[in-house]
């Protein structure tokens, strides 16, 4: 089993680079989340870590925070609505794969 799989209880792999390669996918729209919101606070920075489910037709499901060091709620809502979006290509095989993602937020200098 390669570095970047993923194995769930029942013995089930899924590549991890696939939900990766989606997120990468919708960047600039998690990004915008930030920008939108930097501009009402500059100092505007931190973590939000955010977990899910993807089911065996690739749908992204049960997508929620489980750590957010920036403080803003809405943030942590804009990102979660996001990923909720997403869809992994090829999608697990035997079952439904539970996976965790960190957002790191910075202004830039």
Not at 44 to 62: C, H, N, P, T, W
Not at 66 to 77: H, K, V
Not at 81 to 90: N, W
């Amino acid at each position: 089993m390669g570095a970047n799989q993923l194995t769930d209880p029942a013995g089930h792999s899924f590549d991890s680079r696939i939900v990766v390669n989606a997120i990468r996918r919708r960047l600039r729209d998690v990004q915008a989340c930030y920008e939108n919101l930097l501009r009402r606070d500059y100092q505007l920075s931190g973590l939000v870590r955010v977990q899910f489910e993807i089911l065996e037709d690739g749908s992204f499901s049960d997508v929620h925070s489980t750590e957010n060091t920036t403080d803003n709620s809405s943030l942590a809502a804009c990102v979660v609505d996001v990923v909720g979006t997403l869809h992994a290509e090829p999608a697990p095989v035997g079952g439904s794969v539970r996976f965790g993602y960190p957002f790191v937020f910075a202004p830039q200098s």
